[in-house]
C-alpha cells in the first residue's frame, strides 16, 4: 500500500475508497480476494489516524501497528480490536470531534450575529445559554469571545 498517503484522516475516514485513486492496489486486493480491499483500506487509515493523534511517522505506526493499536485501545477498554472494529471505533471519535467543533463553529457565530447586530451582551448570553442549555463550557466561552471580539459598542 502506499507509504505516504496525502489524504486527512477525517477525509479518509468519512470515505475510504478514496485510498483507490492514490493507490490501485486496494482495487487489485478486491479482485484477487472479495473484501479483501476494504480490510486493507481500514487498517491504512488506522494507520493514518495512529499517526495523526500520536504525531508519529507513518513508517513507525506500520512498523509497530500493534503496539500503537493497543496503547489506543486502552480507552476503549484494552480490548484487542480487529482493523474492522478499531476503524470504527476511530471513525466514531472522529464524528464525536467534528460534531464537537460544529458546536464550537455555530456558537463562535451567534455570537458575532449578537455583536454585530448591536445586541446587549447579558441579554444575548442569556438568550445563548436558554437556547442550548446543554452548552459545553468550550462553547459558552466560544460565543463569550466571538461577541466580545465583533462588539462594535466597546
Given at each position: 500500500?502506499?507509504s505516504r498517503c496525502t489524504l486527512t484522516p477525517i477525509s479518509l475516514f468519512a470515505d475510504p475508497l478514496k485510498l483507490d485513486a492514490e493507490d490501485g492496489s486496494y482495487?487489485?486486493?478486491?479482485?484477487?480476494?472479495?473484501?479483501?480491499?476494504?480490510?486493507?483500506?481500514?487498517?491504512?487509515?488506522?494507520?493514518?489516524?495512529?499517526?495523526?493523534?500520536?504525531?508519529?511517522?507513518?513508517?513507525?505506526?506500520?512498523?509497530?501497528?500493534?503496539?500503537?493499536?493497543?496503547?489506543?485501545?486502552?480507552?476503549?477498554?484494552?480490548?484487542?480490536?480487529?482493523?474492522?472494529?478499531?476503524?470504527?471505533?476511530?471513525?466514531?471519535?472522529?464524528?464525536?470531534?467534528?460534531k464537537k467543533r460544529e458546536a464550537v463553529k455555530m456558537s463562535t457565530l451567534t455570537?458575532?450575529?449578537?455583536?454585530?447586530?448591536?445586541?446587549?451582551?447579558?441579554?444575548?448570553?442569556?438568550?445563548?445559554?436558554?437556547?442550548?442549555?446543554?452548552?459545553?463550557?468550550?462553547?459558552?466561552?466560544?460565543?463569550?469571545?466571538?461577541?466580545?471580539?465583533?462588539?462594535?459598542?466597546?
Amino acid at each position: 500500500m502506499s507509504s505516504r498517503c496525502t489524504l486527512t484522516p477525517i477525509s479518509l475516514f468519512a470515505d475510504p475508497l478514496k485510498l483507490d485513486a492514490e493507490d490501485g492496489s486496494y482495487l487489485e486486493a478486491e479482485r484477487v480476494s472479495p473484501g479483501l480491499g476494504d480490510k486493507l483500506r481500514k487498517r491504512e487509515a488506522n494507520i493514518l489516524w495512529l499517526a495523526d493523534r500520536y504525531g508519529a511517522d507513518e513508517a513507525d505506526v506500520r512498523n509497530r501497528l500493534d503496539f500503537y493499536k493497543a496503547d489506543a485501545s486502552e480507552k476503549w477498554g484494552g480490548v484487542t480490536l480487529d482493523d474492522g472494529a478499531f476503524f470504527a471505533k476511530a471513525k466514531g471519535e472522529i464524528d464525536q470531534e467534528t460534531k464537537k467543533r460544529e458546536a464550537v463553529k455555530m456558537s463562535t457565530l451567534t455570537g458575532i450575529e449578537s455583536a454585530l447586530w448591536g445586541e446587549d451582551g447579558f441579554s444575548e448570553l442569556s438568550r445563548f445559554q436558554a437556547s442550548k442549555p446543554d452548552a459545553t463550557p468550550e462553547e459558552q466561552d466560544a460565543f463569550n469571545g466571538a461577541y466580545r471580539a465583533f462588539n462594535l459598542k466597546a
